[in-house]
T-cell receptor, first 112, second 116 residues
Framework: GNSVTQMEGPVTLSEEAFLTINCTYTATGYPSLFWYVQYPGEGLQLLLK?????DKGSNKGFEATYRKETTSFHLEKGSVQVSDSAVYFC???????????FGTGTRLQVFP | EPEVTQTPSHQVTQMGQEVILRCVPI?????FYWYRQILGQKVEFLVSFYNNEISEKSEIFDDQFSVERPDGSNFTLKIRSTKLEDSAMYFC??????????????FGPGTRLTVL
């Protein structure tokens, strides 16, 4: 079946450190891939997405590249800030369905 | 900026009781969704709703669950007879469409349901 696997958290970093949060997926066909972020007390917000192989999604300094050969969509940021502290969810959606399939989420904590 | 709102933020109920979770989607959106997250587990899709009917539902969404859009603004999830395992965070979402830039699902902050 279709599924998403994320690295377990929490990920704890100092400000300005490099961030990678790993995400791999299992899906038939060619799903769209997403990263959502949830700040404390808020709903999930779309951070970035990619809809086909080799696409790179980017937003607010975050990037992720759709790698079909490794079925991965790892989230990266070159220099994290305290304000990036949140829970990050990787998700996929197949074209013939409405639903998003999520990973378990990875909590990021950035300290000054 | 338009946002999805959910009430209440936290609901505590006794096992066997009915609960209704309420959501107000973004006003010009056409597709509505419910997801849930049991503590420590994945966010799971429950149901999607379009044009006043269910368009897709998961195995979790059995006869104990129902959804309704009773007026032009609210979207509700009813659990008829709650079980302990229904304790979870329930997220409502809405989207303008299913493709391209319209497919983004906007999520509410969630309702935490605790069944005792």
């Amino acid at each position: 079946g279709n599924s998403v696997t994320q690295m377990e958290g929490p990920v704890t970093l100092s400000e300005e450190a490099f961030l990678t949060i790993n995400c791999t997926y299992t899906a038939t066909g060619y799903p769209s891939l997403f990263w959502y972020v949830q700040y404390p007390g808020e709903g999930l917000q779309l951070l970035l997405k990619a809809t086909k192989a080799d696409d790179k999604g980017s937003n607010k300094g975050f990037e992720a590249t759709y790698r079909k050969e490794t079925t991965s969509f790892h989230l990266e940021k070159g220099s994290v800030q305290v304000s990036d502290s949140a829970v990050y969810f990787c998700a996929l959606r197949r074209g013939n369905t409405d639903k998003l399939i999520f990973g378990t989420g990875t909590r990021l904590q950035v300290f000054p | 900026e338009p946002e999805v709102t959910q009430t209440p933020s936290h609901q505590v109920t006794q096992m066997g009781q009915e609960v209704i979770l309420r959501c107000v989607p973004i006003s010009n959106h056409l597709y509505f969704y419910w997801y849930r997250q049991i503590l420590g587990q994945k966010v799971e899709f429950l149901v999607s709703f379009y044009n006043n009917e269910i368009s897709e539902k998961s195995e979790i969404f059995d006869d104990q669950f129902s959804v309704e859009r009773p007026d032009g603004s609210n979207f509700t999830l009813k659990i008829r007879s709650t079980k302990l395992e229904d304790s979870a965070m329930y997220f409502c979402a809405s989207s303008a469409g299913l493709a391209g830039v319209l497919e983004e699902q906007f999520f509410g902050p969630g309702t935490r349901l605790t069944v005792l």
